[in-house]
């Protein structure tokens, strides 16, 4: 049985019926609660909810507190490759938009790890679009084998592998596997991926696990927020977080809450979220996944990125480029989106500190 | 206070602390200082070598027995690779076993703890495993060479005070070895309740760390930990169901012939 099983259970709630029989009696029950089931969990991303963010936000912060502490791990992401052979309509790397695209050598690859290396980091995420092709899983396995001299962990953001494959990777010294549904709407996953393999809805879903399969050490899923009702979504990623966790007790879990951000293509059908609804949504993650880490990217702009620390932030990302080379080379392939935060890792570090959070360049090592 | 032995290393001090979550690493030597704790736990994992601003050892005075701990091993086979890591790169020859493989609860896992154990005390290392309470597991983990045990008061973090004490006063009869209560003391009162217990000894982070005030946090628990031990010592009155009047009732039956 696979997470699918559970989206289709799921598919075809009548999620309004719902947020409508929710009264602020619930809301104080649940948050008088000390585990909360999934149904209550979707409750805190009601409208009604929306009235007790205070209250949430009290408890999220406490759990936090108690979890993982005032500490938050910084990571950067480096783009090897933008070669892409999927039309997604909202991504720059869209095989269609005509962008400067650009793979790195091994050599490249190398200078801009010791470029971000010496910033600090000793975590790194590393990226490509999905090329088969330009960027086969030798490619990865050969990146992460550099990356790995120069980090303590090594993350891959790319495109969903076999369980063979990601063990393939995970002997070449990555740890952990970031990906995103983008949206588990079936449908309007269908309408958003136009052409290319990532079509295949039921192959990404099931990539996470396939991971865990392979014995990866953590994992971060998310949607991207902004192409579907963001309550729906989020409730979906809590409960395939929430999955993970009881099938896979020993891989980390977390949780990433991208917002759709401008760049280069067109895709306009986007579903707004604002500042209060991702709160909503972090504070209610965490009060129904306490011990779930939670990603705040540069997509958020930095004021407000710095009044999330103390709700439940457990990473953050710092010195961001979007650009394949960003870090080292006058020749850039250009980037997948806008960043919204431009601090470097010593401004971020400054940052965390000023709320009072120790900044943590490095929280893991290979054994 | 009554000296410590572990592993024949004696310790004046009973107050064990660990260095995660706390709001700067700055603040680490200020809240050692003030609870005159002599061991002290990091996780390796955290330990940047490299790193001078970085690297958590760089802010543990001097003369305080470093304590790693196996954060992030799921076997014992990494416990073992983890430790060896660490004497290979002078953290002492002290080591906390932790082995996890549930990110839930974080529990530990205490076959794969003894497995871990037997196989780092043979290499002589001054072993500390962490536990759940049980007895036969804990008898296992001192043949295999433990130097202490320490069992979880409650799970790691979440400040709940001794909720497994049947399961440690059993521990604190039987086992040789000093217990050190480990994981989820909150307050400075349930450390003092450890040590009227008659455990050797108490691991407190998350309660000192994660507190408005750690420093005076630390302090506080050191008190109590000093506190609690010569009510140990003292050995406090029994309980009893009834109320024992201090003119009895039948004291005159005593009073001599009359």
């Given amino acids: 049985m696979s997470f699918y099983q559970y989206y289709l259970a799921h598919k075809d709630f009548d999620f309004n019926s719902f947020f409508s029989s929710i009264t602020t009696t619930d809301i104080e029950r649940i948050l008088a609660k000390d585990k909360i089931n999934a149904y209550d969990f979707l409750s805190l991303l009601s409208p009604q909810a929306e009235k007790h963010l205070e209250s949430m936000a009290e408890k999220a912060q406490k759990l936090s507190l108690q979890h993982f502490g005032k500490a938050i791990l910084l990571f950067t992401p480096m783009y ?46 590393f990226l490509t679009g999905e090329s ?67 079509r295949n809805y039921s192959f990404r879903l099931d990539a996470p696990e396939r991971a865990c399969r392979a014995k990866i050490r953590s994992v971060n899923i998310g949607a991207l927020l902004g192409l579907n009702e963001w309550c729906k979504e ?18 980390a879990v977390s949780v990433s809450l991208p917002r759709i951000r401008p760049h280069a293509g067109t895709f306009q059908d986007i579903f707004p979220v604002n500042d209060k609804s991702l709160v909503q949504i972090m504070l209610a993650l ?30 953050m990302s710092a010195g961001v480029s979007t650009e394949v080379g960003g870090h080292s080379s006058e020749d850039k392939g250009e980037g997948q989106f806008e960043i919204a935060d431009n601090r470097n890792v010593a401004k971020m570090k400054q940052a965390i500190l000023a709320k009072g959070y120790q900044p943590v360049s490095k929280d893991w090592m290979s054994f | 206070m009554d000296p410590l032995s572990i592993g024949g290393v004696e310790l004046n001090s009973r107050l064990l602390i660990g260095t995660g979550k706390f709001p700067s690493k700055q603040i680490i030597p200020k809240v050692i200082n003030a609870c ?46 983890i430790a060896r890591l660490a004497r290979a790169l002078g953290a002492g020859n002290w080591v906390k076993i932790e082995v996890i493989s549930d990110n839930k609860y974080l529990l530990p896992d205490n076959q794969e703890t003894i497995k871990a154990t037997e196989i780092l005390a043979k290499e002589g290392f001054k072993v500390l495993p962490y536990m759940s309470p049980d007895l036969m597991a804990a008898k296992r983990m001192v043949e295999a060479g433990a130097a202490a045990v320490m069992p979880l008061g409650a799970p ?40 009227e217990m008659g455990a050797s000894a108490v691991l407190v982070n998350t309660a000192i760390a994660t507190s408005a005030d750690p420093v005076k946090m630390a302090q506080a628990f ?37």
Avoid: W
Wanted: aromatic share 8%; charged share 25%; proline share 4%.
């Fill in chain 1, 286 to 315: 965490r009060i129904f996944l306490p011990y779930t880490g939670i990603t705040i990217s540069t997509r958020e702009r930095q004021e407000y990125r710095d009044h999330l620390i103390p709700l439940g932030v457990t990473k």
């Fill in chain 2, 156 to 195: 790691i973090g979440t400040n709940r005070g001794i909720k497994t004490k049947e399961l440690i006063r059993i521990l604190i009869d039987e086992i040789e070895v000093p217990v050190i209560i480990d994981a989820g003391l909150g307050k400075p009162s349930d450390a003092a309740e450890a040590m």
């Fill in chain 1, 132 to 198: 088969p092709a330009q960027s086969p899983v030798s490619y990865i396995a050969k990146a992460a084998g550099i990356l790995k001299k120069h980090f303590h962990s090594v993350g891959i953001e790319i495109y969903p592998l076999t369980e063979q494959e990601y063990s393939q990777v995970i002997d070449a010294g990555v740890d952990s596997l970031t990906v995103y549904q983008e949206v588990y709407d079936e449908g309007i996953y269908d309408k958003v991926h136009l052409a290319g393999p990532k």
């Fill in chain 2, 36 to 81: 005159e704790t002599q061991i002290v736990t990091m996780a390796l994992r955290r330990v940047d070598i490299g790193a001078d601003e970085d690297n958590i050892l760089e802010y543990i005075p001097k003369g305080c027995i470093l304590l790693p701990n196996t954060s992030g091993a799921r076997d014992a086979d990494e416990a073992v690779r």
């Fill in chain 1, 234 to 251: 989020a409730f979906f990623t809590g409960l395939h977080a929430d999955y993970l966790q009881n099938k896979y007790p020993d891989v």
């Fill in chain 2, 222 to 258: 050191s008190l109590a930990v000093k506190a609690g031990r010569m009510g140990y010592l003292a050995k406090m009155g029994a309980k009893t169901r009834y109320a024992q009047a201090s003119s009895p009732l039948t004291g005159f039956l005593f009073e001599g012939d009359k």
């Fill in chain 1, 80 to 125: 090897i490759a933008n070669h892409c052979i999927n039309k997604c309509a909202y991504c720059g790397f869209n095989v269609g938009n005509r962008i400067k695209r650009k793979k790195l050598t091994a050599e490249e690859i190398e200078q801009e790890a010791k470029a971000i290396a010496a910033t600090g980091l000793r975590h790194i995420l």
